[in-house]
Protein backbone atom coordinates (compact mmCIF):
# COMPACT_ATOMS: atom_id res chain seq x y z
CA UNK A 1 0.00 0.00 0.00
CA UNK A 2 1.20 3.90 -0.62
CA UNK A 3 -0.43 6.56 1.15
CA UNK A 4 -0.30 9.76 -0.67
CA UNK A 5 -0.79 13.12 1.05
CA UNK A 6 -2.32 15.78 -1.71
CA UNK A 7 -2.52 19.17 -0.27
CA UNK A 8 -3.78 22.24 -1.32
CA UNK A 9 -1.39 25.48 -1.17
CA UNK A 10 -2.17 28.58 1.44
CA UNK A 11 -4.24 31.39 0.30
CA UNK A 12 -3.28 34.50 -1.76
CA UNK A 13 -4.43 37.41 -2.60
CA UNK A 14 -5.95 36.67 -5.42
CA UNK A 15 -8.26 33.48 -3.39
CA UNK A 16 -9.26 36.65 -0.90
CA UNK A 17 -10.37 38.68 -3.80
CA UNK A 18 -11.70 35.78 -5.25
CA UNK A 19 -10.15 36.01 -8.69
CA UNK A 20 -8.97 33.36 -11.30
CA UNK A 21 -5.34 33.64 -10.43
CA UNK A 22 -3.94 30.39 -11.88
CA UNK A 23 -1.33 30.42 -14.00
CA UNK A 24 -0.03 33.60 -11.89
CA UNK A 25 3.02 32.72 -9.93
CA UNK A 26 1.97 34.64 -6.87
CA UNK A 27 3.24 34.41 -3.64
CA UNK A 28 1.28 33.50 0.10
CA UNK A 29 -0.78 36.51 1.28
CA UNK A 30 -0.11 37.31 4.73
CA UNK A 31 -3.36 35.54 6.00
CA UNK A 32 -2.20 32.91 4.11
CA UNK A 33 1.14 32.27 5.86
CA UNK A 34 -0.09 32.63 9.46
CA UNK A 35 -2.61 30.26 8.62
CA UNK A 36 -0.32 28.09 7.16
CA UNK A 37 2.10 28.43 9.92
CA UNK A 38 -1.00 27.59 12.63
CA UNK A 39 -1.96 24.30 10.33
CA UNK A 40 1.99 23.23 10.83
CA UNK A 41 1.40 23.65 14.82
CA UNK A 42 -1.96 22.13 14.87
CA UNK A 43 -1.98 19.36 12.25
CA UNK A 44 1.05 18.45 11.57
CA UNK A 45 1.81 16.08 8.77
CA UNK A 46 3.63 12.63 8.72
CA UNK A 47 7.41 12.46 7.73
CA UNK A 48 6.86 11.11 3.58
CA UNK A 49 9.56 9.22 1.35
CA UNK A 50 9.41 12.15 -1.19
CA UNK A 51 7.62 15.65 -1.06
CA UNK A 52 6.76 17.09 -4.29
CA UNK A 53 5.06 20.22 -5.34
CA UNK A 54 3.69 22.29 -8.71
CA UNK A 55 6.78 24.13 -8.16
CA UNK A 56 4.43 27.42 -8.28
CA UNK A 57 5.85 30.19 -5.62
CA UNK A 58 2.56 29.33 -3.76
CA UNK A 59 2.75 25.61 -3.38
CA UNK A 60 6.65 25.91 -2.92
CA UNK A 61 5.94 28.24 0.18
CA UNK A 62 3.21 26.34 1.39
CA UNK A 63 5.25 23.06 1.75
CA UNK A 64 7.98 24.75 3.41
CA UNK A 65 5.79 26.56 6.31
CA UNK A 66 3.51 23.07 6.72
CA UNK A 67 7.14 20.65 6.30
CA UNK A 68 9.94 22.74 6.76
CA UNK A 69 11.64 21.60 3.51
CA UNK A 70 11.84 22.04 -0.07
CA UNK A 71 10.12 19.96 -2.27
CA UNK A 72 12.64 16.94 -3.50
CA UNK A 73 11.23 17.24 -6.98
CA UNK A 74 8.65 19.65 -9.35
CA UNK A 75 5.75 18.30 -11.21
CA UNK A 76 4.86 21.36 -13.38
CA UNK A 77 1.82 19.50 -14.89
CA UNK A 78 0.44 19.67 -11.71
CA UNK A 79 0.11 23.78 -11.93
CA UNK A 80 -3.06 25.34 -11.94
CA UNK A 81 -5.09 26.52 -14.77
CA UNK A 82 -3.72 28.92 -17.17
CA UNK A 83 -6.74 31.27 -17.58
CA UNK A 84 -5.24 33.26 -19.99
CA UNK A 85 -6.69 36.93 -20.30
CA UNK A 86 -9.29 36.16 -17.35
CA UNK A 87 -6.00 35.82 -15.02
CA UNK A 88 -6.14 37.75 -12.08
CA UNK A 89 -9.74 39.16 -12.47
CA UNK A 90 -12.79 37.91 -11.14
CA UNK A 91 -16.58 37.13 -11.76
CA UNK A 92 -17.86 40.81 -11.76
CA UNK A 93 -15.42 42.34 -13.83
CA UNK A 94 -15.76 39.16 -16.55
CA UNK A 95 -19.64 38.35 -16.44
CA UNK A 96 -20.22 40.24 -19.36
CA UNK A 97 -17.60 39.31 -21.41
CA UNK A 98 -18.65 36.89 -24.40
CA UNK A 99 -15.80 34.61 -24.18
CA UNK A 100 -16.22 34.46 -20.61
CA UNK A 101 -19.80 33.07 -20.76
CA UNK A 102 -18.37 30.80 -23.29
CA UNK A 103 -15.96 29.59 -21.59
CA UNK A 104 -17.92 28.61 -18.38
CA UNK A 105 -21.04 27.73 -20.62
CA UNK A 106 -18.60 24.62 -22.19
CA UNK A 107 -19.72 21.66 -21.33
CA UNK A 108 -17.22 20.29 -23.15
CA UNK A 109 -14.14 21.55 -22.08
CA UNK A 110 -12.65 21.99 -25.43
CA UNK A 111 -13.31 26.11 -25.29
CA UNK A 112 -10.12 28.01 -24.34
CA UNK A 113 -9.60 30.88 -22.06
CA UNK A 114 -8.41 33.22 -24.51
CA UNK A 115 -4.65 32.81 -24.40
CA UNK A 116 -4.83 30.23 -22.16
CA UNK A 117 -6.15 26.46 -21.43
CA UNK A 118 -9.39 24.69 -22.13
CA UNK A 119 -10.65 22.41 -19.32
CA UNK A 120 -10.20 19.67 -21.01
CA UNK A 121 -6.29 20.75 -21.95
CA UNK A 122 -5.96 21.44 -18.92
CA UNK A 123 -7.28 18.14 -17.70
CA UNK A 124 -4.82 16.02 -19.79
CA UNK A 125 -2.41 17.82 -18.34
CA UNK A 126 -3.34 17.10 -14.83
CA UNK A 127 -3.47 13.34 -15.55
CA UNK A 128 -0.33 13.51 -17.37
CA UNK A 129 1.42 14.66 -14.05
CA UNK A 130 -0.65 12.06 -12.12
CA UNK A 131 0.50 9.27 -13.89
CA UNK A 132 4.18 10.56 -13.26
CA UNK A 133 3.60 11.11 -9.96
CA UNK A 134 2.47 7.63 -9.43
CA UNK A 135 5.09 6.41 -11.56
CA UNK A 136 7.72 7.84 -8.94
CA UNK A 137 9.41 5.37 -6.45
CA UNK A 138 7.76 6.04 -2.93
CA UNK A 139 5.30 4.39 -0.52
CA UNK A 140 4.40 7.60 1.26
CA UNK A 141 4.29 10.90 -0.77
CA UNK A 142 2.99 14.43 -0.15
CA UNK A 143 2.54 17.21 -2.77
CA UNK A 144 1.41 20.30 -2.15
CA UNK A 145 -0.15 21.67 -5.39
CA UNK A 146 -4.11 23.30 -6.48
CA UNK A 147 -7.96 23.14 -6.21
CA UNK A 148 -8.48 22.37 -9.73
CA UNK A 149 -5.42 20.35 -9.69
CA UNK A 150 -6.78 18.36 -6.66
CA UNK A 151 -10.54 18.19 -8.25
CA UNK A 152 -9.12 17.03 -11.36
CA UNK A 153 -7.05 13.90 -9.58
CA UNK A 154 -10.14 13.12 -7.20
CA UNK A 155 -12.71 13.07 -9.82
CA UNK A 156 -10.33 10.87 -12.21
CA UNK A 157 -9.57 8.48 -9.55
CA UNK A 158 -12.63 7.77 -7.91
CA UNK A 159 -15.25 8.20 -11.20
CA UNK A 160 -17.77 6.28 -8.71
CA UNK A 161 -17.84 9.00 -6.28
CA UNK A 162 -20.89 11.30 -6.73
CA UNK A 163 -18.70 14.51 -5.82
CA UNK A 164 -18.86 17.80 -7.41
CA UNK A 165 -16.07 20.36 -7.69
CA UNK A 166 -16.72 22.34 -4.78
CA UNK A 167 -16.90 18.51 -3.00
CA UNK A 168 -13.60 17.70 -4.24
CA UNK A 169 -11.90 21.09 -3.83
CA UNK A 170 -10.19 21.24 0.05
CA UNK A 171 -9.92 24.37 1.92
CA UNK A 172 -6.33 26.17 1.61
CA UNK A 173 -3.98 24.29 3.43
CA UNK A 174 -6.44 20.89 3.61
CA UNK A 175 -6.63 18.05 0.98
CA UNK A 176 -6.92 14.47 0.48
CA UNK A 177 -4.93 11.25 1.89
CA UNK A 178 -5.45 8.87 -0.93
CA UNK A 179 -4.15 4.86 -0.59
CA UNK A 180 -3.02 3.33 -3.60
CA UNK A 181 -2.30 -0.51 -3.67
CA UNK A 182 0.35 0.11 -6.83
CA UNK A 183 -0.77 2.56 -9.12
CA UNK A 184 -4.72 1.53 -8.45
CA UNK A 185 -6.49 3.96 -5.75
CA UNK A 186 -8.30 2.34 -3.16
CA UNK A 187 -9.56 4.80 -0.58
CA UNK A 188 -9.47 8.60 0.16
CA UNK A 189 -9.87 10.62 3.83
CA UNK A 190 -9.62 14.28 3.85
CA UNK A 191 -7.06 15.82 5.84
Request: hydrophobic share 35%.
Amino acid sequence: MRALYLLRHGVTEANEKRLYGGSTDSPLSENGRRMAREIAVSRPLPVCDIYLSSGMARANETLEILTGRSPDRILPELSEMDFGRFEMLGYETLCHDPDYQRWIGDESGAFPCPGGESTGAFRKRVFAGGSALLALDWDTALVVCHGGVIVNLMGGWFPSEDRGFYEWQPAACGGWRVVFKGHTPIRFEPI
